[in-house]
């Protein structure tokens, strides 16, 4: 498709997959998109050097990635899920293998997060290994677009400031191929690209290192500093 603003491209994926009928409840509009394959994406990601080697994963918590995140704890690796809006300071969950024994599907969802994960400040983390983020679409080379909220974006700076994870950590994504762009996809310097997309049909890696180096502060006005605890706190430690 042609160049055009990020709302474009995800109203037109939105309406894409619903018109295939590839989106599952609860509908693709607004949101990462759950789409039929998403098992299948996460055992074929399963297949790859980087998830095999990791054994600490940063996943993020939408409905797509939910096989992702079942099956790592099902592998015996630490998962961690960013708190929807980052709206507490603590503003990771941690989800232990070790305590979850028979509990990895409920504790994969959103709402068994809330309830059996532990409440984890960045700076009480371990290095993470892999990287997986939910994505609206991609673009072969790695280029990718979210739901339009820029949390994806803030989780990736707030881990760098933490010195959790580095040029060489692993970033990928999985989703439907009607989510896999040609032609031009608008970037900013705050967007990351990923070097592995994993669709249910085929695996693409990507190359790509295009990565901020932090938190862009510049990026960011005074209501979603407030609004994100962690951040206001990480403001205040500067001044």
Known sequence: MTAGSKQTIRDHIWALLTKRHVARFPGAVGRIPNFVGAEVAARRLAESPAWQAARVVKCNPDAPQLPVRALALKQGKRVFMAVPRLR????????????LAGRERAAASIRGA??????????????????????????????????????????FGLLVEAGLIDAGTPLTTTLHPSQVLDGELPETDHDFRVDRIVTPSEVIVTGAHRRPPGILWDHLDEEKIAAVPVLARLRRQRV
């Open 114 to 155: 809330g309830k059996l994960g532990k409440p984890t400040l960045p700076k009480d983390m371990p290095k993470i290994e892999l990287i997986v983020a939910g994505s609206v679409a991609v673009r072969r080379d790695g280029a990718r677009v979210g739901k339009g909220g820029g949390f994806s974006d803030l989780e």
């Open 88 to 99: 507490e300071e603590r503003c990771f969950l941690e989800l232990d293998p070790r305590r």
